[in-house]
């Protein structure tokens, strides 16, 4: 079957940019590790330029993306990981498991295939609370249902920890929450083509017009008034860490 970022991945690396803040709290994460795993990698967002990476992906459209002197990739799934037991220090997944056929197999693959660690950015399926759900509740719809509860992770072997990953708002990396104080950017079509879940949606039409009304009315900025003076906000992302299994 044909990796689904084939199709939805053109011109994923012009509005999906790596977001510093993002990238020191998963560069903590991976703590000492040196040999580090990157599953569904993507165009190599977030991948450290100072230790060993080995990334996995799927697409040949996000592989072609990967700039020049990206770290080496695989074209394979997580759920079948072409590497030795204990081959890397550490495994990372970004954004990814909410793709994956079968994530918990995804999962016992990245621990097989790493000693000390694996790090997951995901998303809080049972976290509420972003308003662009209230024009489009279709979001939720599609989006809850692929992101695994927290509580999965606390059942993993090992010591998990998870924090709170908070969004700034000027996010680069253009996934689905990164435009919170920036409503305008999703009437742009090139950027809701950068998120997966616009992919899945039908028709966005009448949920964006009631958007763009309300920002020309001032009744988006009435609404939403609490974020103009928010630097960053808590949106549902989350940093996983498993240790010691
Ligand atoms: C939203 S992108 C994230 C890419 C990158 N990690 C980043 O942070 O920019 C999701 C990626 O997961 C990949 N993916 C989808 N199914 C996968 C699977 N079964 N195993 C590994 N990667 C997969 C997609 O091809 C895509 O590149």
Redesign the pocket.
């Known amino acids: 079957m044909e ?3 084939d199709k939805i ?1 053109v011109g ?1 690396s012009q509005f ?1 940019k ?1 977001d510093p803040g993002i990238a020191t709290a998963i560069c903590n994460a991976l703590g000492n590790s040196e040999k580090v795993l ?9 991948e450290p330029k100072d230790r060993k990476v080995v990334a ?4 040949s459209e ?1 592989i072609q993306q990967r700039p020049v002197g990206a770290a080496p990739v695989h074209q ?4 079948d990981l072409p590497f030795e037991d204990d081959e890397f220090d550490a495994a990372m ?4 498991i909410h ?4 994530y918990r197999a ?1 999962i016992r693959e990245m621990q097989r295939v790493s000693q000390q660690r694996i790090v997951i ?1 995901t998303y809080d399926p049972e976290f509420f609370g972003f308003w662009l759900t209230d024009y489009l509740p279709e979001i939720t719809e599609i989006d809850l249902p692929a992101f695994p509860a927290m509580e999965e992770f606390h059942a993993l072997p090992g010591t998990v920890t998870i924090e709170t990953v908070p969004i700034p708002h000027d996010c680069t ?1 253009g ?1 689905m929450c990164a435009y919170w104080r920036r409503p305008e950017a999703y009437l742009d079509a090139n950027v809701r083509s950068a998120i ?1 879940t616009f992919s899945k949606i039908g028709n966005v039409s009448q949920g964006l017009n009631r958007l763009e009304s309300d920002l020309k009315s001032g009744e988006w900025e009435r609404k939403y008034s609490e974020l103009s003076s928010l630097e960053e906000i808590n949106l549902g992302y989350r940093l996983v860490v498993v240790e010691d299994w």
């Open positions: 990796p689904v970022y991945g994923y999906r790596p990157n599953v569904g990698a993507g165009t190599g967002s977030y996995v992906e799927p697409s996000m394979a799934t997580a759920e997944a970004l954004l990814s793709h994956w056929n079968d995804g950015f990396d996934f997966s």
